[in-house]
């Protein structure tokens, strides 16, 4: 197999004095869709920001496409194109739709801004409707829209999708999935997302991972770990409905 | 009527001073959330580099047109001032950043101080007076403008519609305002934090260094302690308009300036400081967001 695209090895990330993450192995191959579920305050958030450096992981080592970039500052991290849709959305609430959209261009200096933007718009047509309204005034799933979109736009080799069914209503959160499933068939985009809905994550990915305590506990093929029945009873049984 | 107008026209030119002074701490608030107390030191500062310049240009080069003069005063006052602000938020204030809230505020004053002392050692303590620069005044309905009433509105009037230009229309003013609202996501999007906070700091200097300069031909003096007064009361400029608002600043300028020129007009003098600053209190009563600020929201 060749070298993955991003390579976490051993990472531990403490907040202070406690610690979120406790040896973190995880591994996303080109062209893949990699999911990790667990509960909670798990650690799936504070891994999706470590690969960031924000915060920084206090020891092991990430590497994005054979380069290590445990010690990289967010920004340059970034631009090794590695976008992030992140938990809890953080839209600019001050700015227009376009202008969010066009910060997350802002790494080309909009050169491909509007080819890009017309795909996010065919891929979510409400934000077109929207654009010139200021990001704080959208509804919680126009802002995911919005928060995925503007990754899209940083035309990522990775990109980082933390818990993208959030606080949507269930036919959008399908839209999403299979946009999701879309832009990887059609570009061959790599995604790693993290997830409480289990079930539409695991039959989407390729491989997953099932964290819990800060630790990686199982891994496997997305049918795998919906076969498995420990995550069947943890993750997959309570939560169907 | 015409006494009214009058200070209406003085006020006005003494407010955009003010605003121009009050756009650095505003912008920097914004930004990094606290209170740059040298900023109205580096105004002094800017005036000074002014009048070192208008110095030197008396001495080596006599006959130099104003308006060249009047431009070299003011680009050399920008470069001196940006590179200390510069300076300072790299040595003072940034390794600060993240350490309790505290921590900044102290160390700005104390940069306030360190700024002032050491014009006052380097220039000596006395006041530094110029000639003239420019003197015609124009009578209109009985009322007098002079030339550097308009040329200090006018250089205003430019300065700050390149500036909000620069906030509202390019890559840079976007990544202001990016970071401005959410610093983590701005970094998570590839803006280099760092450097746009440096870049504030450099751009609030040089406004606040073409006040400075604008001061110096206004008032024709400039000593040491200047940065004291005229700053404050730009600070509270940018509290009355709003803090963090780029309109609310020069709003809050000109009312400063209005209430400074109409309060010594009919009222006393002596109290005119009193009046402003009981404004400064006022607002903070009834309305600690300003004009033109936004409510305080928590940020998660």
Same mark, same amino acid.
């Given at each position: 197999?060749?070298? %993955?695209?991003?390579?976490?090895?051993?990472?531990?990330?403490?907040?202070?004095?406690?610690?979120?993450?406790?040896?973190?192995?995880?591994?996303?191959?080109?062209?893949?869709?990699?999911?990790?579920?667990?509960?909670? /305050?798990?650690?799936?958030?504070?891994?999706?920001?470590?690969?960031?450096?924000?915060?920084?992981?206090?020891?092991?080592?990430?590497?994005?496409?054979?380069?290590?970039?445990?010690?990289?500052?967010?920004?340059?991290?970034?631009?090794?194109?590695?976008?992030?849709?992140?938990?809890?959305?953080?839209?600019?609430?001050?700015? $227009?739709?376009?202008?969010?959209?066009?910060?997350?261009?802002?790494?080309?200096?909009?050169?491909?801004? +509007?080819?890009?933007?017309?795909?996010?718009?065919?891929?979510?047509?409400?934000? &077109?409707?929207?654009?010139?309204?200021?990001?704080?005034?959208?509804?919680?799933?126009?802002?995911?829209?919005?928060?995925?979109?503007?990754?899209?736009?940083?035309?990522?080799?990775?990109?980082?999708?933390?818990?993208?069914?959030?606080?949507?209503? %269930?036919?959008?959160?399908?839209?999403?999935?299979?946009?999701? &499933?879309?832009?990887? &068939?059609?570009?061959?985009?790599?995604?790693?997302?993290?997830?409480?809905?289990?079930?539409?994550?695991?039959?989407?990915?390729?491989?997953?991972?099932?964290?819990?305590?800060?630790?990686?506990?199982?891994?496997?093929?997305?049918?795998?770990?919906?076969?498995?029945?420990?995550?069947?009873?943890?993750?997959?049984?309570? @939560?169907?409905? | 009527?015409?006494?009214?107008?009058?200070?209406?026209?003085?006020?006005? $030119?003494?407010?955009?001073?003010?605003?121009?002074?009050?756009?650095? !701490?505003?912008?920097? !608030?914004?930004?990094?959330?606290?209170?740059?107390?040298?900023? /109205?030191?580096?105004?002094?500062?800017?005036?000074?580099?002014?009048?070192?310049?208008?110095?030197?240009?008396?001495?080596?080069? *006599?006959?130099?047109?104003?308006?060249?003069?009047?431009?070299?005063?003011?680009?050399?006052?920008?470069?001196?001032?940006?590179?200390?602000?510069?300076?300072?938020?790299?040595?003072?204030?940034?390794?600060?950043?993240?350490?309790?809230?505290?921590?900044?505020?102290?160390?700005?004053?104390?940069?306030?101080?360190?700024?002032?002392?050491?014009?006052?050692? $380097?220039? /000596?303590?006395?006041?530094? %007076?110029?000639?003239?620069?420019?003197?015609?005044?124009?009578?209109?309905?009985?009322?007098?403008?002079?030339?550097?009433?308009?040329?200090?509105?006018?250089?205003?009037?430019?300065?700050?519609?390149?500036?909000?230009?620069?906030?509202?229309?390019?890559?840079?003013?976007? *990544?202001?305002?990016?970071?401005?609202?959410?610093?983590?996501?701005?970094?998570?999007?590839?803006?280099?934090?760092?450097?746009?906070? #440096?870049?504030?700091?450099?751009?609030?200097?040089?406004?606040?260094?073409? *006040? @400075?300069?604008?001061?110096?031909?206004? !008032?024709?003096?400039?000593?040491?302690?200047?940065?004291?007064?005229?700053?404050? &009361?730009?600070?509270? *400029?940018?509290?009355?308009?709003?803090?963090? #608002?780029?309109?609310?600043?020069?709003?809050?300028?000109?009312?400063?300036?209005?209430?400074?020129?109409?309060?010594?007009?009919?009222?006393?003098?002596?109290? +005119?400081?009193? =009046? $402003?600053?009981?404004?400064? =209190?006022?607002?903070?009563?009834?309305?600690?967001?300003?004009?033109?600020?936004?409510?305080?929201?928590?940020?998660?």
């Amino acid at each position: 197999m060749t070298a %993955p695209l991003l390579n976490v090895r051993g990472v531990e990330t403490y907040y202070g004095n406690i610690r979120a993450l406790n040896g973190v192995d995880v591994e996303v191959h080109r062209g893949e869709i990699v999911s990790l579920i667990g509960a909670n /305050g798990a650690g799936k958030s504070t891994l999706m920001m470590t690969i960031c450096g924000k915060p920084q992981a206090r020891s092991g080592s990430i590497s994005f496409e054979g380069q290590d970039i445990t010690r990289l500052p967010t920004h340059e991290i970034a631009r090794l194109r590695i976008a992030q849709s992140p938990e809890g959305r953080r839209i600019f609430p001050r700015m $227009t739709v376009l202008e969010n959209l066009q910060m997350g261009a802002s790494l080309d200096n909009l050169k491909h801004f +509007k080819d890009d933007v017309e795909k996010v718009f065919t891929l979510f047509p409400r934000l &077109k409707e929207r654009q010139a309204q200021r990001g704080g005034t959208l509804s919680g799933g126009e802002q995911q829209m919005l928060s995925i979109g503007r990754a899209l736009m940083a035309r990522p080799k990775l990109l980082l999708l933390d818990e993208p069914s959030l606080g949507l209503a %269930p036919l959008i959160i399908k839209g999403i999935f299979e946009a999701i &499933k879309k832009l990887n &068939k059609q570009e061959g985009l790599t995604v790693f997302l993290v997830e409480q809905n289990a079930f539409g994550a695991l039959k989407l990915s390729d491989r997953g991972y099932v964290m819990v305590n800060g630790r990686v506990t199982m891994s496997g093929t997305g049918k795998d770990l919906l076969a498995n029945p420990e995550v069947r009873a943890a993750y997959l049984e309570g @939560g169907r409905h | 009527m015409e006494y009214f107008v009058q200070q209406l026209v003085n006020g006005l $030119t003494l407010g955009s001073i003010y605003g121009m002074i009050a756009i650095g !701490y505003t912008m920097v !608030y914004g930004i990094i959330g606290m209170i740059n107390f040298a900023h /109205g030191d580096i105004f002094m500062l800017g005036g000074f580099a002014a009048l070192i310049v208008f110095l030197l240009l008396t001495t080596f080069m *006599a006959g130099v047109p104003v308006v060249l003069a009047l431009l070299l005063m003011m680009i050399v006052g920008m470069l001196t001032a940006a590179l200390w602000n510069w300076t300072i938020e790299r040595v003072a204030y940034r390794p600060l950043r993240g350490s309790f809230r505290l921590a900044p505020l102290i160390t700005a004053i104390g940069m306030s101080i360190v700024l002032s002392n050491f014009i006052q050692v $380097t220039q /000596g303590p006395r006041n530094k %007076p110029i000639p003239p620069l420019v003197s015609s005044v124009y009578e209109l309905f009985g009322i007098s403008i002079s030339l550097k009433q308009i040329v200090i509105v006018v250089i205003t009037a430019i300065l700050l519609s390149v500036f909000w230009y620069i906030v509202n229309r390019t890559p840079l003013g976007r *990544a202001q305002r990016a970071t401005e609202q959410d610093s983590k996501m701005a970094a998570l999007l590839g803006v280099d934090v760092d450097r746009t906070i #440096s870049v504030t700091f450099i751009m609030g200097a040089a406004l606040a260094a073409v *006040a @400075g300069t604008m001061y110096l031909m206004y !008032y024709g003096v400039v000593v040491f302690t200047d940065g004291f007064a005229p700053g404050v &009361k730009a600070f509270t *400029a940018a509290v009355l308009g709003g803090i963090g #608002s780029l309109p609310g600043a020069v709003l809050g300028g000109l009312l400063i300036g209005l209430i400074e020129s109409l309060w010594s007009a009919y009222f006393t003098i002596d109290y +005119k400081d009193v =009046a $402003t600053f009981s404004i400064l =209190a006022i607002v903070l009563i009834f309305k600690p967001s300003g004009i033109l600020g936004r409510p305080e929201v928590e940020k998660v």
